[in-house]
């Protein structure tokens, strides 16, 4: 699994892309595929403190660059992205007329990020104990 990832950077880039779209698109693309309503924004579990779409959104987008790139630089370079994609993503809906910025939608995002940045640190961690 690990090199399928690696052989196929575009899977990261396409998701990425994909993203980008759906987050900056001044409707709800999944809402209208879905739902036929362009301002009904599809729920895949209930919110709690943050937003679960946005959740799970930036934990698929963090796996899939986390299991695409390997070399140090490349996942420190990966590790700022992630978390600058979350940020700046979320401020750009304060310009979106017909989107809104959340601090909870925010908060989803940099969850997502910093779960993927814990779980492989961890893993790092276990496998130097290993050696």
Same mark, same amino acid.
């Given at each position: 699994?690990?090199?399928?990832? @690696?052989?196929?950077?575009?899977?990261?880039?396409?998701?990425?892309?994909?993203?980008?779209?759906?987050? @900056?698109?001044?409707?709800?693309?999944?809402?209208?595929?879905?739902?036929?309503?362009?301002? @009904?924004?599809?729920?895949?579990?209930?919110?709690?403190?943050?937003?679960?779409?946005?959740?799970?959104?930036? @934990?698929?987008?963090?796996?899939?660059?986390?299991?695409?790139?390997?070399?140090?630089?490349?996942?420190?370079?990966?590790?700022?992205?992630?978390?600058?994609?979350?940020?700046?993503?979320?401020?750009?809906?304060?310009?979106?007329?017909?989107?809104?910025?959340?601090?909870?939608?925010?908060?989803?995002?940099?969850?997502?990020?910093?779960?993927?940045?814990?779980?492989?640190?961890?893993?790092?961690?276990?496998?130097?104990?290993?050696?």
């Amino acid at each position: 699994m690990k090199n399928f990832f @690696l052989k196929y950077k575009y899977i990261f880039y396409i998701s990425n892309t994909v993203l980008i779209i759906l987050y @900056l698109s001044p409707c709800s693309i999944l809402g209208y595929l879905l739902n036929n309503d362009c301002k @009904l924004q599809p729920q895949l579990t209930s919110d709690f403190i943050i937003s679960t779409n946005h959740l799970y959104a930036f @934990l698929l987008l963090s796996i899939i660059g986390f299991l695409t790139f390997k070399g140090y630089r490349q996942l420190k370079i990966l590790k700022i992205y992630l978390i600058f994609l979350s940020v700046v993503l979320e401020i750009s809906h304060i310009y979106i007329s017909t989107r809104s910025f959340e601090f909870t939608d925010l908060f989803g995002n940099l969850i997502g990020v910093l779960i993927v940045i814990l779980a492989s640190y961890l893993f790092k961690k276990n496998e130097n104990i290993k050696n």
